[in-house]
């Protein structure tokens, strides 16, 4: 065990609990086509007479139980010294009790199954071994924050390790790990990957890429110091860590990204990088990732303050850590020059077309949006349009809003990035947990009014957005865009595969949801003609608003021929326009908010 530099009272006292055990982590990896990682936890100069072990259910970022101990297999206990079998008994799902007795050094092994590309589980194949610490390791409760060692054996001598766990001296392959939590925020990649270094600030950088495709390394540093930059200036300069990873996995279709404080894990689909679309929303996930180095990893909501990782840690607060950083994950290529307004301004008409297309956003308030997310948002299903509104889209929207305000109020002179650097300063910096009302607070704090109104409308109520009212002074206005000559409105969406039609949602009270069709209901005709998806808005332009169809289905194995009044189109988009008779001030504005 090494022990860190101690200054502090709190570390004073881990000091004393030191003196009981020490643990050590080792993972291998011998064979990794079978996708196994072999783990042994070794702990020396244990006290007590039972051991308990636990696995956490979920890791930071990813507010669903995923239930990890489900891959654990071939457990075993065995005393160090003579490698004589321990009993255990499993008290929990991810608990597991060693009877210890007097045995004071104890050797835990295991192995955990692998098979998962995310960037919240493990993945080990013949080309590389991928692993969240949340997802692989057991933790010894009273310990977690213990520093100790990990020891990481690659199965080949190629095989390279990429972490941000600081490597012991005169070792290749051993860790201090500070604590548990560090442990879990810290991915680990190992393999036949490609890095690509480079020093922003004095500040060591890599990409560490694992698998081929399309992505042009060189552009995409360019890029990625360009969003470093001005993120870092959005919370005053400074990058608060020695060193940062950006890993990214090449996958067929995968996407996704899991913030860390010294890396962020992405996935990628590998030839989705030459189109420049394609490669501007990379850009958005890079942005996203990096900006969470601040909001949410240190930036935490009080729940998230000190993390229980065997149970729901529930806030009202992930509006204000997703919803913000994925308003800004809009905004902040723009600024750092990845794309130009043209492309802001469709991306942002496309985020705000998802929300104006959601029913959901008229039954689940914002802030139990983030509250719900343990069994909401990560689940969905036919009805979550219908009864979901995520704390991702509207928190954007809410911070979009937010953001506007204040601009207008103060004529671009401040911000929502006056906000985060006081979130910054008051909270981030020493990792102090804030509350919703906190928040609140510091947000009238910079924009310089009372917003109780605001709050209660858009985060605990679910009005309408006014968003043109919010638009205006930037000389910005929403146009709704119609589909196919304003098709009539049924509500339903369909998908037609190997001849079969399927209701995929209906949208609540729209005619198809009054008229009883349901998700999963087989399509067969309109007006006892065949239909299939691709022609119903073409069949449905033969009607009026307010015409009585005839669609036949199969629901649960039953025919049966409804009557369906159709209601008036519906637009299938917005698309943010500038005003061409906008004043010298809206004009004005909207510079001062594009061109920052
Ligand atoms: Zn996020």
């Not at 919370?235 to 950006?246: A, H, N």
């Not at 902040?332 to 043209?342: C, F, Q, S, T």
């Not at 949208?507 to 009054?514: E, K, L, Q, Y």
Request: aromatic letters at 12%; charged letters at 20%; proline letters at 4%.
């Amino acid at each position: 065990m090494v022990q860190a530099a101690i200054s502090s009272e709190t570390s004073t006292q881990t000091i004393q609990s030191k003196a009981i055990a020490e643990i050590s982590y080792y993972v291998a990896m011998p064979n990794p086509h079978n996708h196994l990682f072999e783990l042994e936890i070794q702990i020396k100069g244990w006290q007590g007479k039972v051991l308990d072990l636990r696995m956490p259910t979920w890791t930071p970022g990813s507010y669903l139980i995923r239930e990890y101990a489900r891959h654990v297999q071939d457990f075993a206990a065995i005393a160090s010294a003579t490698e004589e079998s321990l009993t255990w008994h499993k008290q929990a799902k991810n608990h597991w009790q060693i009877s210890t007795g007097d045995t004071t050094d104890i050797t835990v092994r295991y192995r955990v199954y692998a098979n998962e590309l995310t960037v919240r589980t493990n993945h080990l194949d013949a080309t590389h071994g991928y692993f969240n610490g949340a997802a692989l390791f057991f933790f010894v409760p009273g310990y977690t924050d213990e520093s100790f060692i990990l020891t990481v054996e690659p199965p080949h001598e190629a095989w390279q390790i990429n972490t941000t766990l600081p490597l012991l001296e005169d070792y290749e392959n051993r860790f201090w790990v500070e604590n548990f939590d560090v442990l879990v925020d810290s991915p680990v990649e190992v393999g036949l990957h490609e890095s690509y270094e480079f020093i922003y600030n004095d500040k060591p950088h890599r990409w560490v890429v694992w698998g081929d495709g399309n992505l042009d390394v060189d552009q995409a540093i360019a890029d990625t110091k360009n969003i470093i930059k001005v993120e870092a200036d959005i919370y005053g300069g400074d990058l608060p860590y020695d060193e940062y990873m950006f890993l990214l996995h090449l996958s067929s279709s995968g996407y996704g990204g899991l913030e860390h404080k010294e890396s962020c894990s992405l996935n990628y689909p590998r030839f989705g990088f030459k189109k420049r679309d394609s490669y501007n929303r990379f850009m958005q996930l890079v942005a996203h990732e990096f900006f969470h180095l601040w909001n949410v990893k240190r930036i935490r909501p009080k729940a998230l303050e000190v993390f229980d990782y065997e149970n729901e840690n529930y806030t009202p607060s992930l509006w204000f850590s997703e919803g913000i950083t994925s308003y800004y994950d809009l905004i902040i290529p723009l600024w750092a020059g990845v794309y130009n307004e043209k492309f802001f301004l469709e991306s942002l008409g496309k985020d705000i077309s998802r929300y104006l297309t959601t029913p959901g956003r008229f039954v689940q308030p914002l802030a139990e949006s983030s509250f719900d997310a343990w069994v909401k948002l990560y689940r969905r299903d036919a009805n979550s349009n219908n009864s979901q509104m995520s704390y991702y889209l509207k928190g954007a929207m809410v911070s979009l809003m937010l953001d506007l305000l204040i601009r207008d109020r103060h004529n671009n002179q401040k911000s929502l990035d006056n906000v985060m650097q006081v979130m910054w300063e008051q909270f981030g910096k020493e990792e102090i947990g804030f509350t919703p009302e906190q928040a609140q607070q510091v947000i009238e704090g910079v924009a310089g009014c009372n917003l109780d109104d605001f709050f209660q409308r858009y985060l605990h109520g679910f009005e309408e957005v006014n968003l043109d009212h919010y638009l205006e002074p930037f000389g910005l206005k929403l146009k709704p865009i119609y589909d196919d000559n304003k098709v009539p409105y049924l509500g339903a969406i369909a998908k037609t595969t190997n001849n079969q039609t399927l209701v995929e949602s209906v949208d609540s009270g729209s005619p198809a949801h009054r008229a009883g069709i349901d998700p999963g209901d087989e399509i067969l005709a309109i007006a006892d003609y065949r239909i299939t998806a691709d022609q119903l808005g073409d069949r449905l332009q033969n009607y009026q608003a307010g015409d009585t169809i005839s669609i036949t289905i199969f629901q649960q194995d039953q025919l049966k021929t409804l009557a369906v009044t159709l209601a008036e189109a519906q637009p299938s988009s917005y698309q943010v326009k500038k005003n061409p008779q906008a004043s010298a001030t809206q004009q004005q504005k909207l510079k001062g908010w594009l061109q920052r």
